[in-house]
């Protein structure tokens, strides 16, 4: 059974009923289609000829208002097909829903005052149980998602507990607006989507790939010291391929459309799966060669609605850090101890120290034998508790082709993001006839597992940008220091210091602008810079520079050598205890 309906839940769902009934006695003729809460609100679907704009939100606010203050019972009525039709009558959207509903399956109205609304409930006991609530947002959805249906206007809110926790998400809010990563993006020259090239199409800029070749160094560094091996796969695949994973029959609409070459259709990948499975199936594998751990920046395309595209946290062209792990069933459950061991640590390195485990389990339709899903999501349990995670479970919640978890981290402000995922698969090893000889001689089916520990370098660099709003720690920043010479007669000893900086290793540039020092330092603030070196007549002569940090502000001269060792040592450390709260 999965979880049931928490009571933060219930309540933004009977929120949903209040601003649909107050919609009702503010507009006329309202065509009325659902209104679900969802993780952070709720929302409700409506058909009405006005337009809603958020110039309407204070006055559909004071009608919610006020059925709040009436306090009406949410009573709930089971009534015949026949009674609902005729109560719907009118309500076209609604009349669809209802004949969705399953024959034998019982029919179900909630009633809050004159309102009342097809819906399985549950809601809270009354509407004055809704303590604080906002709406947030107007937005255009098709029903049911289909582009073809008629366009419907999609009102947001939420609601909480009580107003002191409504005001601190609205906070949040604001604090995620500055961390915007498109905004900051554009700010800090990091990357950006030309229209020219495409939706979704990511360019790096210097900057933002310097951060990204930091972030893949080191990616590369601690998988080998954890017994990975890297492969590099091509960007394109035979149909054939295709179709034996299954991806042709599953996935046909998220890929892009196939070429010619020499006569055979070809397909650009959306996965590197099949292609990590040719590589198992190129020799006869012993149970002496397993476990086999092997990893991939690989560049994936996949199609997505124009509409869903968002920054980097939904595009077309990605790069995911895959991995996959082929092994016995001896091996198994020590091997996914160590996977959620290494993407703890990879993330609390990153500086997301709230992890989260969610684990799947099978569905009621799924492939592969009984035992082995059993066995497989024991072992994700087992690993999960080693690791000490907080975890909740989703029973039936799996993939039909295998258990999985998903690791979720919170940000600075709060925010649970989705990130690692670890997930079994019984399907390619039965599709492509996997196999390794065990040490009776026989063949057995390897057990296979997909990790992706970043998800994809696009969303994880986003992510990171609103972690840090920008201010990278220093061992990710693109420029560690800037070197702030106070006239042109320090411009020569700037030089040597910036030669020795990056003699060292040291990610730095010399401010060669004309100007006061204050300026300067403004604009190394903008840029987000960590350390800024002033060089002054009195640096020069004495053979030192005066530091200055960008959150922490004067340091003081010293030697250049002794500010090079305290950086070191900072990068070695991965400090992030600077990390600002807001800009």
Known sequence: MKNEMSDLERMRHSAAHVMAAAVCRVFDNVQLDIGPSTDDGFYYDFDLKDRITPDDFERIEAEMQKIVDEDHPFECRAVSRQEAEGILQGQTYKLERLAEIPEGETITFYRCGEFQDLCRGPHVESTG????????????????????????????????????????????????????????????????????????????????????????????????????????????????????????????????????????????????????????????????????RWAELGTVYRYEKAGTLHGLFRVRGFTQDDAHIFCTVEQIEDEVKEVIRFCNFIWKTFGFTEVKAYLSTRPEKAVGEAARWEQATQSLEAAIQAEGLPYEVDEGGGAFYGPKIDLKVKDAIGREWQTSTIQFDFNLPERFDLKYIGDDGEPHRPYMVHRALFGS???????????????????????????????????????????????????????????????????????????MLIIGKQEQENGQVAVRHRLAGMKGACLLEEFIGQLKKEELEKSTMDMEVSD
């Open 457 to 531: 370098m696009e969303r994880f660099f986003g992510i990171l940008t609103e972690h840090y709003a920008g201010g990278f720690p220093v061992w990710l920043a693109p420029e560690q220091v800037r070197v702030l010479p106070l006239s042109d007669d320090q411009l020569a000893y700037a030089d040597e210091v910036l030669a020795k900086l990056r003699l060292a290793d040291v990610r730095a540039t010399v401010d060669r602008k004309a100007g006061k020092l204050n300026g300067k330092v403004k604009n190394a603030q903008l840029d987000k810079v960590p350390y």
């Open 129 to 292: 149980k809704i303590k604080a609530f906002k709406l947030m947002n107007v937005a255009g959805s098709y029903f049911h998602g289909i582009e073809t249906n008629p366009m419907l206007q999609r009102l947001y809110g939420t609601a909480f507990a009580n107003p002191k926790e409504l005001r601190m998400y609205l906070q949040q809010i604001e604090e995620a607006k500055k961390r915007d990563h498109r905004r900051l993006a554009k700010e800090l020259d990091l990357f950006s989507i030309s229209e020219n090239v495409g939706p979704g199409l990511v360019h790096w800029h210097p900057k933002g790939g310097r951060i990204r070749s930091i972030i893949e160094e080191f990616w590369k560094r601690e998988h080998f010291r954890n017994g990975y091996d890297i492969v590099y796969t091509p960007h394109v695949g035979k149909a054939n391929l295709w179709e034996t994973s299954g991806h042709l029959s599953f996935y046909r609409e998220g890929m892009y459309a196939a070429m010619d070459i020499d006569g055979q259709e070809y397909f650009i990948k959306p996965m590197n799966c099949p292609f990590h499975v040719e590589i198992y199936k190129s020799g006869l594998r012993s149970y002496r060669e397993l476990p086999l």
